[in-house]
């Protein structure tokens, strides 16, 4: 028989606790695994490494493994972010100097993630903005994986970029495609198949495309096609097609519940997570 996908919860939907409370929760839910968000207000890059100690303890005392340290967004590098999930600066910013700075963040987590023991991190494309047309914005991509990829190859760390609605990468060939065109064999996905739903791509086409190069699953339920994450079990996924098609590619790596959208009683969401999972699992 093969071994479950084993399972862990996402520490940005723990954002009203510390990261330290949101590892003792977690790992009290039942789960194997956490992930880590690499943003304010759990663990931001450019701190001082006596957290990363306080970290590690707490993960070993709670004997939970990390599945991704999820750098995807950046509110702790604005003063006054905006109440949504955002990309800037991002690896194909319009000004050079924001796109360094994204650069620098990235090459700090994984520093973190190495200290952690995390087998990777994801991070996104970013938004074609205005002034950055798509070719261009490609073009800057490729660059700003240069140094981030040669880091990750150092250290041992895999890099997974999300796809993500409305990113410049956000379909799974388009991924595929940069994967091929980098070269690094750290390169893969952070793969969210809630995402590739929303998409009208099928879970099952885009986990046989990347195949060998998914680092992390996220999972969520979601009403119908809309970009709204929910507990799994409360909405029109069909998470068992899902789990059949994870085995049928070997994946073996974790599936990581995100639910950002359930910070209010995250333990609760946690627990009825675990719950529907196991069933399907």
């Known amino acids: ?9 996402a520490s940005n ?13 977690i790992a009290a839910a039942g789960y194997e695994g956490i992930e880590i968000l690499a943003d304010a207000p759990h663990w931001y890059p450019k701190r001082p490494g006596r957290e990363v100690s306080a970290i590690v303890r707490a993960l070993e005392k709670a004997q939970l493994q990390v ?3 999820n750098a995807n967004c950046t509110f702790g590098y604005w003063k006054s972010p905006p109440p949504e999930p955002f990309f800037e600066p991002s690896l194909v910013s319009p000004r050079a100097a924001l796109r360094r700075d994204r650069i620098s963040l990235i090459l700090h987590t994984l520093d973190f993630a190495h200290q952690v023991g995390a087998r990777n991190i994801s991070i996104t494309s970013g938004k074609a903005l205005p002034e950055m047309p798509p070719e261009k914005a490609l073009t800057c991509l490729v660059e700003s994986l240069k140094p981030i990829m040669a880091r990750a190859e150092h250290l041992g760390i895999d890099v997974g970029i999300e796809c993500e609605p409305l990113l410049l990468i956000e ?52 009403p119908g096609r809309k970009h709204y994450h929910m507990i799994p079990g409360e909405g029109t996924v069909d998470f068992a097609a899902i789990v059949r098609a994870m ?11 995100e639910l950002y959208t359930h910070t209010a009683r995250p333990l609760e969401a946690a627990r009825k997570s675990l719950a529907f999972l196991r069933q399907v699992f």
């Not at 954002?15 to 949101?22: G, Q, S, V």
């Open 247 to 257: 085995q049928r590619t070997g994946y073996d790596r974790f599936a990581t519940v």
């Open 13 to 25: 939907g723990f954002t009203r606790y510390t990261l330290l409370r949101a590892i003792t929760d």
């Open 67 to 69: 599945s991704n340290v």
């Open 171 to 222: 379909w799974a060939h388009e991924l595929r495609a940069l994967i091929d065109e980098v070269g690094s064999g750290r390169l893969g996905a952070n793969l969210d198949l809630g995402h590739s739903i929303v998409l009208g791509e099928k879970p099952s086409q885009v986990l046989q495309m990347l195949r060998g190069r998914i680092w992390n699953c996220h999972l969520e339920d979601l």
């Open 1 to 9: 028989m093969k071994k479950p996908i084993p399972l862990a919860y």
